[in-house]
């Protein structure tokens, strides 16, 4: 098959007996890494997810039920959106922005009609860690320059790749877009954002890989979720010494759940007869620990997102010995990766040669007040930065003028290699 007959989508599709890791296929033509573990299996093209070895439903869903699930989505994302991604030139002379380029424009003010740049980035980042992929349909302008990012349904891409030995590996996209229209597109019409992958071509679906952990999580939820609807009554046995019939059995069980069970039921008087004495299972919820283990799957949670505890308000352990230094480790190591990854995938999509896209995360690092003014002074009177640029350090308007721009230099200092100046002329 022809390289414009794979773009059009003909031909029979790879059966999935037939398909192969993309980095072991030494032949040319379509394969896919889908259904494989370097992708996630079937999870990739089955967003309804599945049931978990503690019995319970475990999808993107049921999975957001949990609150600590839900606020590490809600800090990591809306951290993540917080922080502006700049369009930027290097050179011999430093980083320079590019503000008048369209693509500054796209990532920081209006990626399309409908969202702002914080809607976008925050879904952006939403979609890699609930999903592994993020998938944006690319709109171009008359010049063929991206203007409009449109973000598509992760379960509606499907990421298809050929070899040549020449070339090396050719990315496509089988997508459904938002008017339900469908097509197979080159890689140059869809941003895709991946997540941790072990094959470079599709990010890991974090809840497929982490079911049974979740599973647990929305297990124990469920048992404390019926402890209470049962009015915290402890399982109860109907004992006599006399002969019950099998369907006499059945309605006394019925008639004691209808009329004692349940919080509607609560304080209900039980008035038995034929020698029924009831007899209640001990259940203890302090003995099973049960406090201890909510918190310990909140930790687990904390691992799955790369979340600080404390920022899940789990501080049962927390000292605040430095929350400036925690922040930063925050900032470097949990978004750092994340920052990375879309400013490195953006640059390979769209940055012209000696380009780059680079996130400014300043603002989550600037300490205390009085630190960051014994800072900016230090800064300043070692003629690091004018008065002007301290002063935009904390949003006050400039000065202006030489009072404003002038770089001061210490007397007490001079250029090596060179006489110091006389105190006197300043020369």
């Known amino acids: ?37 370097q992708t996630g299996g079937p999870w990739i093209s089955f967003p309804m997810g599945g049931p978990s070895k503690a019995g319970v439903m475990v999808n993107e869903r049921t999975t ?19 922080v502006p991604m700049y369009y930027c ?5 430093g980083t320079h922005r590019l503000e008048g380029d369209p693509l ?15 809607d ?16 944006a349909y690319v709109s171009r302008d008359a010049l063929m320059r991206p203007s409009v990012l449109t973000r598509l349904d992760p379960f509606g891409c499907q990421p298809l790749q050929t070899f040549d030995r020449v070339s090396g590996q050719q990315m496509f996209y089988d997508a459904t877009l938002p008017d339900g229209s469908t ?27 982490m079911k049974e952990a979740f599973g647990e999580n929305l297990a124990t939820a469920s048992f404390v979720q019926n402890y209470w609807r049962n009015n915290a009554q402890p399982p ?13 059995r059945q309605a006394i069980k019925d008639d004691w759940k209808s009329r004692f069970s349940g919080v509607e039921n609560a304080g209900e008087t039980a008035v038995l007869s034929n020698g029924l004495k009831p007899i209640y299972m001990p259940v ?12 310990m799957q909140v930790l687990d949670i904390a691992r799955a997102w790369g979340v600080p505890p404390h920022l899940l308000f789990e501080l049962s352990k927390a000292t605040f010995g430095n929350i400036e230094q925690q922040s930063l480790e925050f900032v470097i190591y949990h978004l750092g990766p994340h920052f990375s990854r879309v400013a490195a995938s953006a640059a390979h999509a769209f940055a012209a040669s000696g380009c780059a896209f680079v996130h400014d995360p300043s603002d989550l690092v600037k300490g205390g007040f009085l630190d960051r003014a014994q800072g900016i002074a230090a800064l300043r009177n070692g003629g690091v930065m004018s008065t002007d640029e301290g002063r935009a350090e904390f949003g006050l308007n400039p000065v202006g003028g030489d009072a404003g721009g002038e770089i001061w230099r210490p007397i007490n200092m001079g250029i090596s290699g060179q006489p110091s100046p006389d105190p006197a002329t300043g020369s």
Do not use: C
Request: proline share 6%; no cysteine.
């Open 1 to 37: 098959m022809g390289l414009l007959d794979f773009l059009r989508g003909s031909g029979a599709s790879t059966p999935v007996h037939a398909r192969q890791e993309p980095r072991l296929s030494a032949e040319s033509g379509i394969s896919t890494p889908d259904n494989t573990f």
């Open 64 to 82: 957001m039920s949990l609150p600590a699930v839900m606020q590490a989505l809600r800090i990591l994302t809306g951290v993540f959106a917080m």
């Open 89 to 93: 030139r290097k050179d011999g002379t």
């Open 104 to 118: 500054y424009t796209l990532m920081n003010q209006r990626p399309n009609e409908a969202q702002s740049h914080y």
């Open 120 to 135: 976008f980035r925050e879904i952006l980042l939403g979609d890699v860690l609930m999903t592994g992929n993020f998938y």
């Open 183 to 209: 097509g197979r597109f080159p890689a140059r019409d869809i941003w895709h954002v991946r997540g941790m992958g072990r094959n470079g071509l599709q990010g890991l679906n974090p809840i497929a890989f």
């Open 236 to 248: 109860t046995v109907l004992s006599t010494d006399k002969s019950i019939k099998p369907d006499e």
């Open 284 to 295: 203890n919820n302090k003995d099973g620990q049960l406090v201890e283990t909510r918190t």
